[in-house]
């Protein structure tokens, strides 16, 4: 059985850091593809970023590139995103994901799902 617990959210002043660990129990992480979403207050669970089980081809939503940036230690069974420059807007619970990984890219479903961790960035 998979789990995915997240850690690293709290509370941020715009424009701090932070970096969010997803650990992975299970067999086979490495065979993994990851991603992190969110979901801001009243809003629907978005996609932010994505990693292929080898490490390569990270994928980012338009609104976090350049400030975000996903990667994975497989010795570690962990997915991180690590955030800089922080606004407001990036205020969310976010959640790993992981899928066994797949032909297309970035993977169009996940087949699990942590509990989150929430971010919060004071202006």
């Known amino acids: 059985q998979v789990q995915l617990v997240e850690s690293g959210g709290g509370l941020v002043q715009a424009g701090g850091s932070l970096r969010l660990s997803c650990r992975f129990s299970?067999?086979?992480?490495?065979?993994?593809?990851m991603g992190w979403f969110r979901q801001a207050p009243g809003k629907e669970r978005v996609f932010v970023a994505a990693i292929r089980w080898t490490g390569g081809g990270p994928y980012y939503t338009d609104s976090v590139k350049g400030r975000f940036a996903i990667s994975r230690d497989n010795a570690k069974n962990t997915v991180y995103l690590q955030m800089e420059s922080l606004k407001p807007e990036d205020t969310a619970v976010y959640y790993c994901a992981g899928v066994p990984n797949g032909s297309s890219w970035p993977p169009q479903w996940y087949e699990y799902w942590g509990q989150g961790t929430q971010v919060t960035v004071s202006s």
């Open positions: 299970g067999l086979s992480f490495s065979l993994y593809d």
